[in-house]
């Protein structure tokens, strides 16, 4: 069986805008990383982009059914392909989606001329044509999600949280909020129970040399054998 990727949720707080807080996070970015985000400025930092946008921005446009019924027709296959492995999905992405999304583009080249250059026609267009090289990303690769709806949920408990806290204190709380929410997140998205996974780490990992023996935090994370028996274990009983 095919090993699929492990999730990592990582959230920051910065005072500074987002895209520049990535480019300094991404300045030696790891071999096959992929990165979901929320913000306009730095998926166009990373050259990816997701067709939630591209169909929203159609929409407003008020364009007639037939760009809806493209990113309907890719999302529909997306839901079909969920529960298969990663070389799967990319397998039937390029079998199936890519002729829809070769038929889109003739469609958009087609279209665009015709629009008043001044109108959200036209504006989306254009979106479109420049955001094609991050929207065909998903093609290349089962781990990449066609949306960025992982990021969304992610950070939506902690988004929630500061509507009821008001404030984090300073901005080093909402550093330490953030952190504790990356941790719980990627518990979450490694299908183990957050509180289960708290009690590991507050069980095992006091008194590890992480200083002299850095390595050894693999064990730790949410995706390691170790861990992950002993959550469901816990989870069972």
């Known amino acids: 069986m095919e090993k699929i990727s492990p999730l990592s949720i990582q959230i920051h707080f910065r005072e500074t805008l987002p895209h520049l807080h990535y480019t300094k996070f991404l300045t030696v970015p790891p071999k096959n990383l992929y990165i979901e985000g929320d913000n306009l400025e730095v998926l166009k930092l990373l050259q990816k982009?997701?067709?939630?946008?591209?169909?929203?921005?159609?929409?407003?446009?008020?364009?007639?059914?037939?760009?809806?019924?493209?990113?309907k027709e890719l999302f529909k296959i997306e839901s079909e392909l969920e529960s298969l492995t990663p070389k799967?999905?990319?397998?039937?992405?390029?079998?199936?989606?890519?002729p829809i999304l070769e038929a889109f583009w003739s469609w958009v080249n087609a279209n665009r001329d015709n629009c008043l250059p001044k109108?959200?026609?036209?504006k989306a267009f254009n979106y479109a044509i420049n955001q094609k090289e991050g929207l065909m990303q998903f093609l290349e690769d089962g781990n990449i999600s066609i949306t960025n709806n992982l990021a969304e949920n992610s950070i939506r408990p902690f988004t929630?949280?500061?509507?009821?806290?008001?404030?984090?204190g300073s901005p080093e709380g909402a550093k330490a909020s953030a952190a504790v929410y990356s941790i719980i997140e990627t518990a979450k998205a490694n299908d183990i129970n957050p509180y289960n996974y708290l009690l590991y780490i507050f069980k095992y990992m006091p008194g590890v040399r992480f200083d002299e023996e850095p390595e050894w935090l693999e064990d730790f994370l949410p995706w390691h054998p170790d861990v992950q028996a002993f959550c469901k274990n816990k989870a069972s009983k």
């Not at 990319?90 to 890519?98: A, G, I, V």
């Open 49 to 71: 982009s997701y067709f939630g946008k591209i169909k929203m921005i159609y929409i407003e446009a008020t364009l007639p059914t037939q760009a809806i019924q493209y990113c």
């Open 119 to 122: 109108s959200k026609l036209y």
């Open 88 to 98: 799967e999905r990319k397998k039937q992405r390029q079998e199936r989606s890519k």
């Open 160 to 168: 929630l949280g500061r509507k009821n806290w008001l404030f984090s």
